[in-house]
């Protein structure tokens, strides 16, 4: 493959995973041409993807990377995720990221037997990294960043907790295979797993637009159709407008790179004053037999509410300031190429 064509596939992989510069021109010298670097997993990894994904998407923590992702990398059989490190001094101290990831993804049920966290889901240390996986299956995703101590730590904290409160530990009473109260959950609705996993491995695009403050994500309701409507919101700072979440919603939906997602209506308020709305919103719908949906909600943080929070968090804000990922001049015209850049006309609520 020439060289001008590896910078290019290489730039892409970035901008969708987040992934280091080299690690990305790695992984594409490695590939074979016209490959696809972000393949849609089997049906398990699939669904630990979607179910993770949706155990992060509100986290309970403040993060300086969206969802505290610093990258991911992608492979048919597997997810590796990047932890982002404890180093903003905002944080509270004694609620590590360890601790919350602990709280997030591991499964317990209550004394009615309503599951938490992510079900099936046990650990291991491999390598001297954390790897989560189900039980029963290979789907395994390995948490890169996070120390093997720290996470053993954190474990068995919140295992005492969940023992105080009356709840079952289901990965502490059944380590190697799937809990009673878990197995209701074994294959789940899996419907809309596609979008959430999809999501997860292309989280660097928040990052393109602009200063990341923060994302979060819930699910907001299912469809007639069996899917899932899933809402995240994106807040940024020093952004470019409406060209920025057009820009989103088609790299999101880019053959080869994207997912199969149809624009449905768009609610663009770029064009207002600072101050008057901040938010533009986006939905997408899954083509043909993928059921769900995805909304959008940018929020643009300009004029007094953006100079509070460069006051009031200079150090969180300067430490998400050199996150955002720029996007190439080339990207723009080779979107409109394949037919998935939404047309830049006035800002408008269309449908």
């Known amino acids: 493959m020439k060289s001008h064509a590896i910078e290019r596939r290489a730039q892409l992989l970035r901008l969708y995973t987040g992934m280091p510069w080299q690690s990305a021109r790695l992984r594409v010298e490695a590939a074979s041409p016209g490959s696809l670097l972000i393949a849609q997993p089997d049906v398990d990894q699939l669904l630990l993807e979607a179910r993770v994904m949706a155990a992060l998407a509100w986290r309970q923590i403040g ?3 969206p969802w505290g992702i610093k990258y991911v990398d992608p492979y048919p059989d597997r997810l590796l995720i990047r932890i982002e490190p404890a180093a903003i001094a905002q944080r509270a101290s004694d609620w590590p990221p360890a601790l919350d990831l602990a709280e997030a993804l ?3 049920a ?3 037997g309503e599951l938490l966290g992510v079900p099936g889901v046990r650990t291991r240390i491999e390598d001297e990294q954390v790897v989560l996986h189900v039980a029963g299956t290979s789907a395994s995703i390995t948490l890169l960043g996070v120390e093997p101590a720290e996470w053993l730590h954190a474990v068995d904290v919140q295992d005492q907790e ?3 409160d009356g709840m079952t530990a289901c990965h502490r009473h059944s380590s190697t295979r799937w809990h009673p109260l878990e197995r209701p959950y074994r294959r789940g609705p899996a419907a809309s797993a596609w979008l959430t996993s999809g ?4 989280v660097g695009l928040i990052r393109t637009l602009g200063v990341p403050l923060g994302v979060t994500g819930w699910l907001a309701g299912h469809k007639r159709s069996g899917g899932e409507h899933w809402v995240i919101d994106p807040e940024f700072a020093e952004g470019h407008g409406a060209a ?3 820009r989103l919603m088609a790299l999101l939906s880019a053959p080869g790179w994207g997912l199969p997602l149809d624009p449905v209506d768009e609610h663009c308020l770029c064009h207002l004053p600072p101050g008057v709305s901040d938010q533009c919103t986006t939905t997408s719908a899954g083509r043909a037999d993928r059921p769900g949906v995805l ?3 940018a929020i643009h943080r300009r004029g007094d509410r953006l100079n509070w ?3 009031h968090r200079p150090e969180r804000y300067e430490a998400q300031h050199k996150l955002t990922l720029t996007v190439p001049a080339w990207v723009d015209p080779w979107l409109e190429r394949n037919g998935s850049l939404v047309p830049d006309g006035p800002s408008a609520t269309r449908s």
């Open 63 to 65: 993060t300086v990377h």
């Open 106 to 108: 591991l499964p317990r």
């Open 110 to 112: 209550d004394e009615h």
């Open 162 to 164: 969940w023992a105080a």
């Open 199 to 202: 999501l997860l491995r292309r």
């Open 244 to 246: 920025g979440h057009r």
């Open 295 to 297: 909304e959008v909600r």
């Open 309 to 311: 929070i460069q006051r």
